[in-house]
Antibody, heavy 112, light 112 residues
Framework: QVQLKESGPGLVQPSQTLSLTCTVAGFSLTSYNVHWVRQPPGKGLEWMGVIWNTGGTRYNSALKSRLSISKDTSKSQVFLKMNSLQTEDTATYYC??????WGQGVMVTVSS | DVVMTQTPPSLSVAIGQSVSISCKSSQSLVYSDGKTYLHWLLQSPGRSPKRLIYQVSNLGSGVPDRFSGTGSQKDFTLKISRVEAEDLGVYYCAQTTHFPYTFGAGTKLELK
């Protein structure tokens, strides 16, 4: 059974770096791509980037300078790091296999 | 970026009624492999998005056949026949043909 679960801090201070982990089960990261998508409160969905099964990455150009996605295949984990956080980055962050399977999401608030 | 325009932004329906949601893209969504990567998602209140239809007209696993998708190139439609209470929430179209992947702003389906 394919499962994804996001984890990370619920609160981050402005200008700091956000670190999130997506732990997957039921499939190997050598076979599936994993994407990150975020959703500000009460708003729509924004695709952030993807790490391919091969390990390559592709980012939304709107976030590219601040975003990094990596993975540890042996631990079935995908990592998101985004620096220089601002209040506009307050959102629920989802990892997904790219539309098909989604995690439950983790709410991140950027506030001092 | 490909702009996805969804209409209407909201729908008020009675149980048993049929409804349609439109999604128009600013560019053709036909990929170089000949396939069209236009999908429909449902986000029920407080839940993660769930894939309903992929590649225009293919029903996701476990999705009832009351849902159907049609369209081509830049113009797509989701139809729900005989709306049930569990269908309420926000519907999104999404394209994964062009980077960055983009989503429509959503159509909120509510009970009349």
């Amino acid at each position: 059974q394919v499962q994804l679960k996001e984890s990370g801090p619920g609160l981050v201070q402005p200008s700091q770096t956000l670190s999130l982990t997506c732990t997957v089960a039921g499939f190997s990261l050598t076979s599936y791509n994993v994407h990150w998508v975020r959703q500000p409160p009460g708003k729509g969905l924004e695709w952030m980037g993807v790490i391919w099964n091969t390990g390559g990455t592709r980012y939304n150009s709107a976030l590219k300078s601040r975003l990094s996605i990596s993975k540890d295949t042996s631990k079935s984990q995908v990592f998101l790091k985004m620096n220089s956080l601002q209040t506009e980055d307050t959102a629920t962050y989802y990892c997904t296999t790219g539309i098909g399977y989604w995690g439950q999401g983790v709410m991140v608030t950027v506030s001092s | 970026d490909v702009v996805m325009t969804q209409t209407p932004p909201s729908l008020s329906v009675a149980i048993g009624q049929s409804v349609s949601i439109s999604c128009k893209s600013s560019q053709s969504l036909v990929y170089s492999d000949g396939k069209t990567y236009l999908h429909w998602l449902l986000q029920s209140p407080g839940r993660s998005p769930k894939r309903l239809i992929y590649q225009v007209s293919n029903l996701g696993s476990g999705v009832p056949d009351r849902f159907s998708g049609t369209g081509s190139q830049k113009d797509f439609t989701l139809k729900i026949s005989r709306v049930e209470a569990e269908d309420l929430g926000v519907y999104y179209c999404a394209q994964t043909t062009h980077f960055p992947y983009t989503f429509g702003a959503g159509t909120k389906l509510e009970l009349k």
